[in-house]
Antibody, heavy 115, light 106 residues
Framework: QVTLKESGPGILQPSQTLSLTCTFSGFSLSTYGMGVGWIRQPSGKGLEWLAN???????YYNPSLKNRLTISKDTSNNQAFLKITNVDTADTATYYCARTGFDYWGQGVMVTVSS | EIVLTQSPTTTAASPGEKVTITCLAS?????MYWYQQKSGASPKLLIYSTSSLASGVPDRFSGSGSGTSYSLTINTMEAEDAATYYC?????????FGSGTKLEIK
């Protein structure tokens, strides 16, 4: 059974760094072809893909945020991470992680950027 | 970046009615993916590789298309199908989603 769960700080201030963790089970990021992606959704708005990391540590980023994003993984602990630097109110959203293929998604974690 | 334009933006259908949602890509893509998102829930994969039904998805859902024009069809609308639907491509980086189609039940 595949499950994913996101965790994050809940609220942070502008200019801070947002650190998100995706803890998953039912698959391994050491398996050929596997990957995890991060997607966000501001309240009442659409989906925006942020980044993907693959079993071989290959990484893809959305160019619109690339300079601010860092994706990484801890294969032994079945976790993937996303850092977004220099956040502002536009980064307020629900953040999801999903297994590549996006066939399984986490429940999402709400992040609010506010002073 | 490939822009995906969905139409209609919102629509409503009666139970038993056929519904078609269209997704037009700004450049040709090799495959399209479709998701259903109900209020307060995570997106759910419906269709992958343009026309393959994801596991557990009712067969009243189907996908078709090629090049720059793709569609999602619900053969007979049911109340539980009321949701927002998104198309998605990753034929070229970055992965992009359509802006969504809100489907309501009449």
């Amino acid at each position: 059974q595949v499950t994913l769960k996101e965790s994050g700080p809940g609220i942070l201030q502008p200019s801070q760094t947002l650190s998100l963790t995706c803890t998953f089970s039912g698959f391994s990021l050491s398996t050929y072809g596997m990957g995890v992606g991060w997607i966000r959704q501001p309240s009442g708005k659409g989906l925006e893909w942020l980044a993907n990391i693959w079993w071989d540590d290959d990484k893809y980023y959305n160019p619109s945020l690339k300079n601010r994003l860092t994706i990484s993984k801890d294969t032994s602990n079945n976790q993937a991470f996303l850092k977004i630097t220099n956040v502002d109110t536009a980064d307020t959203a629900t953040y999801y992680c999903a297994r590549t293929g996006f066939d399984y998604w986490g429940q999402g974690v709400m992040v609010t950027v506010s002073s | 970046e490939i822009v995906l334009t969905q139409s209609p933006t919102t629509t409503a259908a009666s139970p038993g009615e056929k519904v078609t949602i269209t997704c037009l890509a700004s450049s040709s893509v090799s495959n399209m993916y479709w998701y259903q998102q109900k209020s307060g829930a995570s997106p759910k994969l419906l269709i992958y590789s343009t026309s393959s039904l994801a596991s557990g998805v009712p067969d009243r859902f189907s996908g078709s298309g090629s090049g720059t024009s793709y569609s999602l069809t619900i053969n007979t609308m049911e109340a539980e199908d009321a949701a927002t639907y998104y198309c998605q491509q990753w034929s070229s980086n970055p992965l992009t989603f359509g802006s969504g189609t809100k489907l309501e039940i009449k």
